[in-house]
């Protein structure tokens, strides 16, 4: 039925149907890698500086700008596309080499450049990470390169890679 409809007022309007699916379809599609790039501690902190952050993926960044104003995890307001929830996102580490290391500790994760902005995640745990090693961030696939500031403060812009199959992808 929708597509005779379609057909029908295509034609009579002299126009063309595009749909936006928005997140629901795409969101899980996609995933943020960024290596470490400097391990600093600060007042009994650790953080893991990594080569982009805000400026590579701004929705987890987000997150944590609204929590630090509200200071309420479990009671913020969907605020698409901008903010769907604090726990929307699972941060995990992808070691560069092939060791196994069973410790783990808790980290803040910030991003190269020069704004307190720059958090993708805070006090989280995480297994005992290396300069070179990975940052693997889930649920990226949905606004996350057409929302990011990808230019800002001059820096690269993240790469993109768009996987058809295991041996079928397109770096941009």
């Avoid at 698409?80 to 995990?92: G, V, W």
């Amino acid at each position: 039925m929708s597509n005779k409809l379609i057909e029908k007022y295509k034609e009579k309007l002299n126009t063309r149907f595009i749909i936006e699916s928005g997140r629901f379809l795409v969101c899980k599609s996609g995933a943020y890698v960024t290596p470490i790039i400097d391990i600093k501690e600060s007042r009994g902190k650790k953080y893991l500086i990594v080569q982009n952050g805000y400026n590579g993926f701004f929705k987890p960044t987000i997150s944590e700008l609204i929590v630090s104003y509200t200071n309420k995890k479990d009671y913020l307001k969907m605020m698409e596309p901008l903010f769907t929830s604090y726990d929307s996102y699972t941060t995990s580490l992808i070691k560069r080499e092939n060791e196994i290391e069973n410790h783990k500790e808790i980290v803040t994760i910030g991003g190269n450049l020069c704004t307190s902005v720059d958090i993708l995640a805070k006090d989280i745990l995480l297994t005992k990470a290396e300069i070179n090693d990975l940052i693997f961030i889930n649920n990226a696939g949905s606004y996350a390169y057409s929302l990011t500031p990808l230019l800002f403060s001059s820096q690269e812009k993240p790469v993109e890679i768009y996987f058809r199959s295991k041996d079928d992808y397109l770096i941009d």
